[in-house]
């Protein structure tokens, strides 16, 4: 699979259409665009193993070169409820599970609030499986890079009912630049499947008065798993 993505599988596609010298200036200017549709055909066939090895050895984008590992979901694979955060942390980088650190304790209290058990009735993932450096938000470049490998996932869990944490999230699964204000409480479609958008976590360490806010997009997403065929 991963010859598949070799530069040289890249420029031979191209050398019909130009000199050499452009064939050269393609592939080392637009790697990411030429490669991203192919990584997805590639992706959209695989397995949980196969899935977790491309993780593993990802390089499609500069996040590579930052992580110590990286972080691809955990829960159980056919789990009602998918959660859908932004990207690694430090602690997340260190332990190659997402949501470990202070907004992981807060999401499994949140979780637990609502009867749900991470392990159990959950998975959780990310937009992307790289930490950003110095946790900053993925850029829309970044979020492209990673989406074959959370697409597929969400192909592979099919969850009942999907939770976008935070604006980066509702943006990538939404395809939307709106303000999480507006997305809230109502009920939209990522794919055929029912999808609510709410704070993540850790705007909520920083904003503890939208806790109750939170709690309310929690109760609604509960309700609308309940009432889901």
Request: hydrophobic share 40%.
């Amino acid at each position: 699979m991963l010859k598949e993505l070799e530069l040289a599988s890249v420029v031979g596609l191209y050398e019909a259409r130009g000199t050499r010298h452009e064939t050269q200036e393609i592939a080392q200017g637009e790697q990411a665009i030429v490669l991203a549709p192919r990584a997805s055909r590639l992706v959209d066939a695989m397995d949980w193993d196969e899935l977790r090895e491309a993780v593993r050895e990802c390089k499609a984008c500069g996040l590579c070169q930052h992580r110590k590992q990286t972080v691809f979901g955990v829960g159980n694979e056919s789990a009602p409820w998918l959660f859908v955060g932004e990207g690694p942390g430090a602690d997340e980088d260190e332990q190659g599970d997402p949501f470990v650190g202070q907004a992981g304790k807060l999401l499994d209290g949140m979780l637990a609030a609502i009867g749900i058990a991470r392990g159990r009735e959950a998975y959780i993932a990310n937009v992307v499986k790289c930490r950003p450096p110095g946790n900053r938000t993925p850029t829309a470049e970044e979020a492209a890079a990673c989406a074959p490998f959370l697409d597929r996932q969400i192909e592979l869990i099919r969850p009942r009912l999907v939770v976008a944490l935070g604006k980066t999230a509702a943006t990538r699964l939404l395809g939307t630049e709106a303000s999480l204000a507006s997305l809230r409480g109502r009920v939209h479609q990522y794919k055929g499947t029912p999808l609510i958008v709410t704070y993540h976590p850790a705007y909520l360490l920083r904003s503890l008065p939208e806790k109750a806010k939170a709690w309310e997009d929690l109760t609604f997403a509960r309700k609308t798993l309940a009432s889901a065929p």
